[in-house]
């Protein structure tokens, strides 16, 4: 009986990624604008509808997981790099809850940061931007890969994904700011 329980939230898990996955982003695309997010409180969301300037959003499978905690301080420490690039916002975002994204933000950065660290709960920006894989085998649900979306206003001008999604070798900030 589990072993067909599993069977079957295996398959419900890569059917809702199919379902919730457009085609993946590249440049020229424009970003979901009116999906909403969440960023400081699981009852309030927020879209990124009339979005100004050049900005920066991190993709990440996972808060608290080893790449992804190990790839996300590098952005907090270049972030006044970012901003002398022309950069005006870095957003992190997750497939994860509000609360445990506010919880990973504390813990990356006890000062604070100015990076904004997004709650994407249910998959909808993620998926909108064709950036969803199947992490249940790992994580216990569908992620978001690992990819850097640089954008001017709503318009993506350059996209890194990371072709083996637990592996840091081209969307780590320092990678990411000479193509600023």
């Known amino acids: ?9 295996q398959a419900a898990h890569s059917a809702a ?5 457009a085609a993946e982003v590249k440049p020229g695309s424009t970003i979901p604008t009116k999906v909403p997010v969440k960023e400081e409180e699981a009852a309030k969301t927020f879209t990124l509808e009339g979005i100004k300037g050049r900005n920066v959003f991190v993709g990440v499978p996972g808060a608290f997981t080893g790449t992804c905690s190990a790839q996300i301080p590098g952005y907090i420490k270049a972030y006044d790099q970012f901003k002398q690039k022309g950069i005006d916002n870095v957003y992190v975002v997750a497939v994860n809850d509000v609360f445990t994204l506010k919880a990973w933000k504390e813990q990356l950065a006890p000062g604070g940061t100015p990076i904004h660290f997004v709650a994407d709960d249910k998959g909808a920006f993620v998926g909108s931007l064709g950036m969803l894989f199947d992490a249940s085998e790992l994580l216990g649900a569908p992620r978001s890969k690992r990819f850097v979306l640089v954008t001017e206003g709503d318009t993506v ?4 994904v990371e072709p083996v999604t637990s592996q840091l070798t ?11």
């Open 157 to 160: 001008t350059h996209v890194a």
């Open 17 to 21: 990624v199919s379902l919730m996955t």
């Open 170 to 180: 081209i969307c780590a900030a320092d990678k990411i700011l000479p193509l600023l």
């Open 1 to 9: 009986m589990a072993s067909l329980l599993s069977t079957a939230t």
